[in-house]
């Protein structure tokens, strides 16, 4: 999932976001309203942690205005009061459900998987390419009906292949971007992966979609691919 965590608590931000990236999501934090916005209309997410109390545009208000928008990204309120008032005037509002602070991160995270079943898999949690499915809800692969059991690595790699079609993949890219690894780290690793992925994709398939580009990295399709020029499957 690509979470958009909105908190001013920095701390907690921080904590939030690294439990997430152990669970293999995508996490951003926005400091406050305004960059939460500004978030919201630059880049595309799954589900968004939206604390009440945000410095410059409240919490609430951020919600009026997505929604005003028709933005129907599902919301999870977190608030520091108990009070059955507020929390009333949140889902009224648009919020999709709320957690009061103190709050245990297994029941946070258990909360958003929830708030994505509710919405029936909306289309950008159900990955086709080919006869390649993902559901990034349940976390399954299926090819031509076979289920593919991937580990938690895998599957955030081949939902990162899916959600990048036909784009040149640097190995530096998916170690950024896939495993928050911090620039300059050796992608050693990366290759490795991709090996354990193609054989459990495309061994033994007639259309191959892991595509290695020469001197670049990885493309993600079942096109055909110039293996004179550029490409090579390993």
């Known amino acids: ?11 907690l931000a921080g904590t939030l976001a690294n439990a997430f990236v152990a669970e293999e999501h995508s996490p951003e934090i926005a400091g406050n309203g305004e960059e939460a916005l500004a978030l919201l209309e630059s880049k595309h997410f799954d589900v968004m942690v ?4 945000l410095p410059v545009i409240t919490g ?21 009061t108990d009070n059955v008032g507020d929390r009333v005037a949140c889902l009224d509002a648009g919020a999709d459900d709320y957690l009061v602070k103190p709050f245990a991160f297994s029941e946070l995270s ?8 509710r ?16 559901d990034c809800v349940t976390r399954t692969a299926h090819r031509r009906g076979r289920e593919i059991e991937l580990t938690p690595r895998e599957f955030s790699l081949l939902e990162y292949f ?16 896939v495993w928050k690894l911090a620039p300059g ?19 033994g398939e007639d259309i191959k979609l892991i595509h290695t580009l020469r001197k670049v990295g990885y ?15 390993e």
């Open 162 to 177: 899916m959600r990048n079609l036909g784009k040149q993949i640097t190995r530096e890219m998916i170690a950024q971007d």
């Open 119 to 134: 919405r029936s898999r909306p289309a950008h949690m159900m990955l086709r390419v080919a006869d390649l499915e993902l």
């Open 185 to 203: 780290t050796m992608t050693n690793v990366v290759d490795v992966y991709v090996t354990y992925l193609r054989k459990k994709i495309d061994e």
């Open 60 to 80: 609430e208000e951020v919600l009026k205005r997505m929604r005003g928008r028709n933005n129907d990204l599902p919301v999870l309120i977190l608030t520091a």
């Open 219 to 233: 493309e993600f399709g079942p096109y055909g691919v110039d293996t004179k020029a550029t490409a090579g499957n």
């Open 1 to 11: 999932m690509h979470i958009l965590i909105a908190e001013d608590d920095a701390p």
């Open 50 to 53: 939206l604390d009440l109390n």
């Open 110 to 117: 258990a909360r958003l998987r929830a708030l994505l079943r």
